[in-house]
């Protein structure tokens, strides 16, 4: 294994500050930019790459891999991943008192246990975490989300696993020119999490590979979408799950954040953060997907 560090295959996905080469904001006024590598190789399918990306976690790092799993459909997704690539890893449920994330995790659970997956269920008083132990995720990863900076805090707890997050899965929308590729500077806390510690790790395994990436642009029900043969969508979140199974069968369940009991404490802190972080930009940059139909 390099000794550079590594959070997508080659460090392909990169992103910095007018140009400077550095993951962190400096000031209010700098502009985020985002550059994908470009496919090394003919592409498969989007299943078949995401396979390819999990075995090349497994030969690459010899670390226990530790998905973090949720209970929605994208990091169950990225577990099926692995079950099919035969990839051995183990799951961390993060469970809030009070049963306030229940209904988001029970999908993560009985999948575990009806796949056999050794799995470790996290308890986290999540509203005295933010009180008490939060200021230095927001600072060290430059990360304002009160729901961010959660997985992170359960990260530090597990030092000599490899950390797999389920994020980073495309969001595309249609605006007035067309069909977008969006990317979030918020959600790229993330990266600047494992930056800051230095630590070999995935932190949105949708974009470990550009393979992964661009065949996602090349998936027919996608190419419909952008061709507006589902005139009712505006965001690809309405084919997300009809996606999904193509590949897998998936129980289908609302979309949850396992934040819903608690959005007044989300926004209360969401501000507290911004102050404590004085950097409250969030850039979002609009590719065009042409860029991505090679």
Request: one cysteine or more; proline letters at 4%; a negative charge.
């Amino acid at each position: 294994m390099s000794t550079q560090l590594e959070l997508t295959v080659n460090n392909h996905f990169k992103f910095d500050y007018n140009g400077n080469g550095q993951p962190f904001r400096q000031s209010q006024d700098q502009c985020w930019s985002v550059n994908y590598g470009l496919p090394r190789r003919p592409m498969k399918n989007f299943f078949f790459e995401a396979i390819s990306a999990a075995q090349e976690i497994e030969q690459k790092y010899t670390a226990p891999k530790n998905l973090f799993l949720s209970g929605g459909i994208d990091s169950e997704f990225v577990a099926r991943v692995f079950l099919s690539a035969n990839v051995n890893f183990k799951c961390t449920i993060i469970r809030f008192p009070e049963n306030l994330n229940e209904h988001d995790i029970k999908f993560a659970i009985n999948f575990c246990e009806k796949n056999s997956i050794s799995y470790t269920i996290f308890d986290l008083d999540v509203i005295d975490f933010w009180k008490t132990k939060s200021e230095k995720y927001v600072l060290g990863a430059q990360c304002f989300s009160p729901q961010l900076i959660v997985p992170m805090y359960v990260a530090d707890h597990f030092s000599e696993d490899y950390i797999i997050i389920g994020s980073g899965e495309p969001h595309v929308c249609k605006n007035q020119n067309g069909w977008v590729l969006l990317e979030k500077e918020r959600i790229a806390a993330f990266y600047r999490f494992f930056i800051w510690k230095n630590r070999w790790a995935c932190p949105a395994f949708f974009q470990y590979t550009p393979e992964l990436v661009f065949s996602y642009f090349q998936d027919p029900m996608v190419l419909k979408m952008i061709d507006n043969q589902f005139p009712d969508l505006i965001t690809n979140t309405g084919i997300k799950y009809d996606h999904y199974i193509q590949f897998v069968a998936m129980e289908r369940r609302d979309k949850y954040t396992g934040y819903e009991l608690l959005q007044n404490q989300d926004a209360y802190f969401r501000a507290q953060f911004k102050a404590i972080l004085g950097l409250t930009a969030d850039d979002r940059i609009e590719t065009e997907v042409s860029y991505f139909k090679t």
